[in-house]
């Protein structure tokens, strides 16, 4: 054995992120859309791999022939293992390397490949269902891998709330701002209304949002500032003047109002005319006896109108008929000392 020869080869190899994490922390991991420290590399756009092995560092990279001709290269890190053969079709998003994928880097990816054959708004909601699909998955992987059964219903009202959203990257003639959140659904209304109208439309990219910063980018600063982070939610809400319009469940439950749910809902309306004297001392009630549709009138709003409360015939005005008084839920301390005094007198004279 001579000076310098190699005796032996060590081969030291760590162990993967995504095989420690598991249990509750992936759960929250994926729910909050965080970033794996050590995600796996992702393909940009379909094509064949190549996996080409550099003889001098023992580096290996991964090279990707699009159907256009063109060749992308992806340079892999330390630790890094390929997961694809030379030769391979990939498709965009695949995964190139072992460990867990980036969300975010899913959703980027399937915007790009897609905004070149379709159109802003179907690239996005094509690309949002992608990666509803790979959290429900992933998250369901957890669950089953310690045999526990959930049905896909539950995760996916959770996930739809994560991907109901995009980021302004330009607002064109709306009146909408660069960098503002919007949901894909009201942006898209906005930009029909402008090609209506011949203007430039709103330039929008999605984003996949975590549960606790979706709770906080709702409509409703009602409903955000009973999350968290009270104080901030309420002084914007006031510097901006903002508007609730009482649209969830939490704010309608909140100011004790009925739930936007079955008869609740301000659309619900049962078969039948309204026949019913809609004036209270001169006054009317409603504007319009089509305004009978547009507003939730639970027990304590009709109390205040003046109107009996209903019952399970009369919902939404529909038989409400008026009362001799308005109600009044406090009474003078006179009144109260009078009936104290009768309470006792019908006592005295009982015994």
């Known amino acids: 054995v001579q000076r310098g020869d190699n005796l032996v080869l060590l081969v030291f190899e760590r162990a993967k992120t995504g095989d ?9 991991e994926l729910l909050e859309a965080r970033k794996p420290k050590e995600a796996c590399v992702l393909a940009a756009r379909p094509g064949t791999a190549q996996v080409v ?9 991964i090279k990707v022939v699009e159907s256009d001709g063109v060749m992308t290269e992806y340079p892999l890190g330390p630790g890094q ?3 694809v053969a030379d030769g391979q ?5 695949e995964p190139l390397t072992d460990g867990p994928a980036n969300p975010h880097e899913i959703l980027e990816n399937y915007f790009k490949f897609l905004r070149e054959t379709q159109g802003v708004y179907d690239a996005a909601l094509e690309a949002l269902q992608k990666v509803q699909t790979f959290l429900v998955n992933e998250v369901q992987s957890v669950y ?12 996916e009202v959770v996930v739809r709330q994560m991907t109901s959203k995009a980021r302004v990257d330009d607002g064109g003639d709306t009146t909408m701002l660069p ?10 209304q906005v930009n029909q209304a402008m090609s209506i109208t011949g203007g430039a439309p709103a330039e929008y990219t999605p984003v ?6 979706a709770s906080l980018n709702t409509d409703s600063f009602i409903s955000a500032a009973s999350f968290q982070e009270t104080t901030r939610v309420l002084t914007e809400a006031a510097i901006e003047g903002k ?8 704010e309608n439950v909140i100011i004790g109002r009925l739930i936007p749910a079955g008869t609740g809902f301000n659309a619900y309306e049962e078969v039948g005319s309204p026949d019913v004297d809609l004036s209270y001392e001169g006054v009317s009630v409603f504007d319009d006896e089509t305004d009978l549709t547009d507003v939730v009138l639970d027990d304590r709003t009709a109390r205040s109108y003046g109107l009996e409360p209903f019952d399970d015939r009369s919902r939404l005005g529909f038989g409400m008929t008026e009362v001799s008084e308005p109600f009044s839920p406090l009474l003078d301390d006179d009144e109260l000392i009078s009936d104290d005094m009768d309470d006792e007198e019908d006592g005295e004279d009982d015994e």
């Open 53 to 61: 092995y550099d003889d001098d560092d023992d580096s290996v990279e």
């Open 179 to 188: 960098g503002e959140l919007v949901e894909l659904y009201q942006v898209q």
């Open 208 to 213: 996949l949002l975590g549960i606790t910063k």
């Open 144 to 155: 089953q891998s310690q045999g526990i059964d959930i049905s896909d219903k539950h995760i």
């Open 20 to 28: 420690i994490i598991q249990g509750l922390p992936r759960i929250e």
């Open 81 to 83: 293992n390929v997961i």
């Open 243 to 250: 508007s609730d319009w009482l649209r969830g469940l939490k």
């Open 89 to 93: 079709s990939v498709l965009a998003a």
